[in-house]
């Protein structure tokens, strides 16, 4: 089973950046589309963004598009979380998820691989 093992979590400012990192275990171009998660204390987990695996297609939450960019790397096995435009509303638990239907870029979907997860509170 593909594993994935996330870095860059942290305290940030408000307006401050951030940029999340995943690492997959192989290679997941044509193989799984991967998709960003985050849980706020107290809330459900909400899907952020995606990218298909043939990197035809992003998707992005309402509340993080236009902030948040996500982008891979196939060369290092690497997908990438990059937000800009930090609030505390941007605090939580984020995870990196991969599901075989590497077609679809979806915000909610078959998620079968899990990160370990990475937290990011967002406070002055």
């Known amino acids: 089973q593909l594993q994935l093992v996330q870095s860059g979590g942290g305290l940030v400012q408000p307006g401050g950046s951030l940029r999340l990192s995943c690492a997959t275990s192989e290679s997941t171009k044509y193989i799984y589309a991967i998709g960003w998660f985050r849980q706020a204390p107290g809330k459900e987990r909400e899907g952020v963004s995606c990218v298909s695996g043939d990197d035809r297609y992003t998707n992005y939450s309402a509340s993080v598009k236009g902030r948040f960019t996500i982008s891979r790397d196939n060369a290092k096995n690497m997908v990438y979380l990059q937000m800009n435009s930090l609030t505390p509303e941007d605090t939580g638990l984020y995870y990196c998820?991969?599901?075989?239907?590497?077609?679809?870029?979806?915000?909610?979907?078959?998620?079968?691989?899990w990160g370990q997860g990475a937290q990011v509170p967002v406070s002055s």
């Open positions: 998820a991969a599901h075989p239907l590497f077609r679809l870029c979806l915000l909610r979907g078959p998620y079968d691989s």
